[in-house]
Every structure is written in C-alpha cells, then in structure tokens.
Nanobody, 123 residues
Framework: QVQLVESGGGSVQAGGSLRLSCAAS???????MAWFRQAPGKEREGVAA???????YYADSVKGRFTISQDNAKKTVYLQMNSLKPEDTAMYYC??????????????????WGQGIQVTVSS
C-alpha cells in the first residue's frame, strides 16, 4: 500500500521559514514528486516538482523562495520554504506520479497523495 506522509507544517510569522517533509513507502519508483497547496475557496495549485533526473520546477509565486529536494535513500522529498508570506497560507500536499513534463504537472497527473499539512503565515 502506497503511503505519503507529510510533516513539518505549522504557524510562522511573515519572513520566517519552514521545511516540509514527505516520506514515501509502499512503492519503489515514481518519476515525479511534487508539492501542491490549496487555500480555502481556491483550486489546488502546483508549487514545486522534482523528477528522477534531478530537474526541478517551481511556480512563479515561489521561485527564489522555495526549494524542493529529495533523499532517494530515505524516499523523502523536502520543501524548504523561506521568506514566507501570508499568501503562502494553505494546506500543502505531497504527490507522486509517473509523469514527465517540463514544469509542475497538473494535479490529475498524480496517482498518490499525502493527507495534507497546514501551513499558516501571519503578518
């Protein structure tokens, strides 16, 4: 059974940092791991993606502030979030899928999802 478990969320003041982790289990390969977020009343949006090639892609809104990385030995993907803004407040989700795109793929391309973790940034 495939499981993706997020951790590291919480509350922080604007300008602060958080690091999200996504630990995967139950499968051996996925070409793409990504982070999405969804704020109340808004659609789920792609934040960052990393491929087995090492290529990374980011949404324009987080470029220069967020960094996605992975530890293959630990089957864990990270999202380092710096210079956080109130508009970064959302539920963040980890996703895994067999997809290859030059960018962050849309949510429907991902087969596996974590349960989500809340990130709240106060001004």
């Amino acid at each position: 059974q495939v499981q993706l478990v997020e951790s590291g969320g919480g509350s922080v003041q604007a300008g602060g940092s958080l690091r999200l982790s996504c630990a995967a289990s139950g499968y051996t390969y996925s070409s793409c791991m990504a982070w999405f977020r969804q704020a109340p009343g808004k659609e789920r949006e792609g934040v960052a993606a990393i491929y087995t090639s090492g290529a990374t892609y980011y949404a324009d809104s987080v470029k220069g502030r967020f960094t996605i990385s992975q530890d293959n030995a630990k089957k864990t993907v990270y999202l380092q979030m710096n210079s956080l803004k109130p508009e970064d407040t959302a539920m963040y989700y980890c996703a895994a899928g067999e997809v290859w795109l030059a960018g962050v793929p849309p949510p429907d391309q991902f087969e596996y999802w974590g349960q989500g973790i809340q990130v709240t940034v106060s001004s």
